[in-house]
T-cell receptor, first 111, second 118 residues
Framework: KNEVEQSPQNLTAQEGEFITINCSYS?????LHWLQQHPGGGIVSLFM???GKKKHGRLIATINIQEKHSSLHITASHPRDSAVYIC?????????????FGKGTLLTVNP | GAVVSQHPSRVICKSGTSVKIECRSL??????MFWYRQFPKQSLMLMAT?????????EQGVEKDKFLINHASLTLSTLTVTSAHPEDSSFYIC??????????????FGPGTRLTVL
């Protein structure tokens, strides 16, 4: 059974700090997603990656396929980054492309 | 980027009534849409996979007669919670699968629907 583990569960930071959220999965994947969920509930897809590293603005996502591990980094964090960050992996076996989600990391960035 | 909408965003209903939630892909065609449920402080749980023109595939433990899914077109899937009960109160989120011409395969999430059953 595939499991997706995130750490930490909760993270509080001061504005400007560099933040790292980790994600480990147990079964080989075809892609890993990082999602952001704001207090209102809406989900935004931040990254989808299957190897290497991707960068978008202050956000960087990396993945190590051999170690089954991914990290999401936020540089120069800001209070508006406060949200739940969720990693999810997918296996493309069959045609349904299902996601398995981690439990999320609640990030609070204080001014 | 691609946009997925959900309607309504919030709904409050009485126990025993039925509620329909719509999920639309606004600027792409989605042969596959997914319905998730999220209880407070918990992760998203896949309820069912909706394929255009065919019956939905339900996850174990999800009652197909209670959660009716219809995917009648490439841009619209609906979830109907029939005979709703307070324990059905939850946050329901849909996503739509998009495959680009370059073969990039990803999912775009709707903003969610908060259902409260009194």
């Amino acid at each position: 059974k595939n499991e997706v583990e995130q750490s930490p569960q909760n993270l509080t930071a001061q504005e400007g700090e560099f933040i790292t959220i980790n994600c480990s999965y147990s079964v080989g994947i075809s892609a890993l997603h990082w999602l952001q969920q704001h207090p209102g509930g809406g989900i935004v897809s931040l990254f989808m990656l299957s190897s290497g590293k991707k960068k978008h603005g202050r956000l960087i996502a990396t993945i190590n396929i051999q170690e089954k591990h991914s990290s999401l980094h936020i540089t120069a964090s800001h209070p508006r980054d406060s949200a739940v960050y969720i990693c999810a992996d997918t296996h493309s076996g069959g045609s349904n492309y299902k996601l398995t989600f981690g439990k999320g990391t609640l990030l609070t960035v204080n001014p | 980027g691609a946009v997925v909408s959900q309607h309504p965003s919030r709904v409050i209903c009485k126990s025993g009534t039925s509620v329909k939630i719509e999920c639309r892909s606004l600027d792409f065609q989605a042969t596959t849409m997914f319905w998730y449920r999220q209880f407070p402080k918990q992760s998203l749980m896949l309820m069912a996979t909706s394929n255009e023109g065919s019956k939905a595939t339900y996850e174990q433990g999800v009652e197909k007669d209670k959660f009716l899914i219809n995917h009648a077109s490439l841009t619209l899937s609906t979830l109907t919670v029939t005979s709703a009960h307070p324990e059905d109160s939850s946050f329901y989120i849909c996503s739509a699968r998009s495959v680009s011409g370059q073969g990039t395969d990803t999912q775009y999430f709707g903003p969610g629907t908060r259902l409260t059953v009194l």
